[in-house]
Each structure stands twice: as structure tokens, then as C-alpha cells.
């Protein structure tokens, strides 16, 4: 009788059966961590859902300057009336910004002055956004505005400053 080399058959089912069930529990299990970590519905609480709406309401907020919004000639002293129109917004702050010849801020047209380096706070303190209107009477936070032809006015939000509107174009003082 000879001897048979190789496995027997009964030991060979076996090994393609658990090779069969390693091979498919590892693509269902791996199917399974999928579905779970990255395909669930989001399903949010009542807290979750207020956060988001007051979220979106912060997203719609809005400043937008109406004047002096650009090509207006002040005198130098001249009282300057700010307007601007907001959505979502309580308090405010306004700045004044001095342009160079290359669109910096800074010193205009060469002439040498104390501004803040060409820029200054034209408030106080924060002031309610829905007035919509503030007169600058020369008496400011940095005194009179200096002569300038290239100057505009940013309003900004007082707690989300990424909430902001400035002139379109620069004004002047003469």
C-alpha cells in the first residue's frame, strides 16, 4: 500500500472554510465600520438645532456704509455725518482710514501727521447699531481729521469684527 502525499480532502474543506469566513467577516466587519462612522444620518437634539439656527442668524448679519461712501469733498473741520444700514448687529464702532498712493494705510500723499499712522477710532465707546447715524464733529477720539484725499470710513461689528463695511471708494478733505 502506498502512502498518500498531500492533505486529505476533510483537512483541505476545512482551510477554505475558515479562509471563506475570515475573508467575508472582514469585509462585512469593515462594511459595517463604514456605514457606522460615516454614513448615519446626522440626528440632532433641540440644544443642537437652536445653536445651528443662531449660527445661521449670525451667518445673515450685515453693516453696509451709506456715506460717506466715496467721492464726497469735506472741508477741513467740517462736521461728517456716518450712515449706515445693519441686519443682526447691537453696537458698533467706526474708524477712519488714511490711503497712500499705493492703497496702504498710512501717511497720504506724503504729508507727515499724528493719526494713528493713518488710522483712528472715531468712537468713543460702541455706540447702538440701529441709530444707523453718527455725526463726527472734529472732536474725536483723534481730534480733527487731517486733509486728505484718500479716506474711508469702516463700521464694524463691536463683538464679530469679520462684520464690516467700509466705503466703496475713498473721499477727501480739503
Same mark, same amino acid.
Given at each position: 500500500?502506498?502512502?498518500? +502525499?498531500? #492533505?486529505?480532502?476533510?483537512?483541505?474543506? #476545512? #482551510? *477554505?472554510? =475558515? *479562509?471563506?469566513? &475570515?475573508?467575508?467577516?472582514? %469585509?462585512?466587519?469593515?462594511?459595517?465600520?463604514?456605514?457606522?462612522?460615516?454614513?448615519? !444620518?446626522?440626528?440632532? /437634539?433641540?440644544?443642537?438645532?437652536?445653536?445651528?439656527?443662531?449660527?445661521?442668524?449670525?451667518?445673515?448679519? @450685515?453693516?453696509?456704509?451709506? /456715506?460717506?461712501?466715496?467721492?464726497?469733498?469735506?472741508?477741513?473741520?467740517?462736521? =461728517?455725518?456716518?450712515?449706515?444700514?445693519?441686519?443682526? *448687529?447691537?453696537? %458698533?464702532?467706526?474708524?477712519?482710514?488714511? @490711503?497712500?498712493?499705493?492703497?496702504?494705510?498710512?501717511?497720504?500723499?506724503?504729508?507727515? @501727521?499724528?493719526?494713528?499712522?493713518?488710522?483712528?477710532?472715531?468712537?468713543?465707546?460702541? =455706540?447702538?447699531?440701529?441709530?444707523?447715524?453718527?455725526?463726527?464733529?472734529?472732536?474725536?477720539?483723534?481730534? &480733527?481729521? !487731517?486733509?486728505?484725499?484718500?479716506?474711508?470710513? *469702516?463700521?464694524?461689528?463691536?463683538?464679530?469684527? +469679520? =462684520?464690516?463695511?467700509?466705503?466703496?471708494? @475713498?473721499?477727501?478733505?480739503?
Amino acid at each position: 500500500m502506498q502512502k498518500q +502525499k498531500g #492533505i486529505s480532502t476533510l483537512v483541505g474543506i #476545512i #482551510i *477554505v472554510v =475558515i *479562509v471563506a469566513v &475570515a475573508l467575508f467577516g472582514g %469585509v462585512f466587519a469593515y462594511q459595517y465600520y463604514t456605514i457606522k462612522n460615516n454614513n448615519q !444620518p446626522q440626528v440632532q /437634539s433641540e440644544q443642537q438645532n437652536q445653536n445651528l439656527q443662531g449660527q445661521e442668524n449670525l451667518n445673515n448679519a @450685515y453693516i453696509k456704509v451709506i /456715506s460717506p461712501n466715496g467721492g464726497e469733498i469735506f472741508s477741513s473741520g467740517e462736521k =461728517i455725518t456716518i450712515k449706515w444700514e445693519s441686519e443682526k *448687529v447691537s453696537e %458698533v464702532s467706526i474708524n477712519a482710514y488714511y @490711503y497712500d498712493v499705493n492703497g496702504n494705510i498710512g501717511v497720504p500723499d506724503g504729508s507727515n @501727521y499724528s493719526f494713528n499712522e493713518g488710522q483712528c477710532r472715531l468712537t468713543y465707546e460702541p =455706540i447702538s447699531a440701529s441709530e444707523g447715524i453718527f455725526v463726527f464733529d472734529q472732536n474725536g477720539r483723534c481730534g &480733527a481729521m !487731517p486733509v486728505g484725499e484718500r479716506i474711508k470710513i *469702516v463700521v464694524r461689528d463691536t463683538q464679530d469684527t +469679520k =462684520i464690516r463695511d467700509e466705503s466703496d471708494n @475713498y473721499f477727501s478733505i480739503k
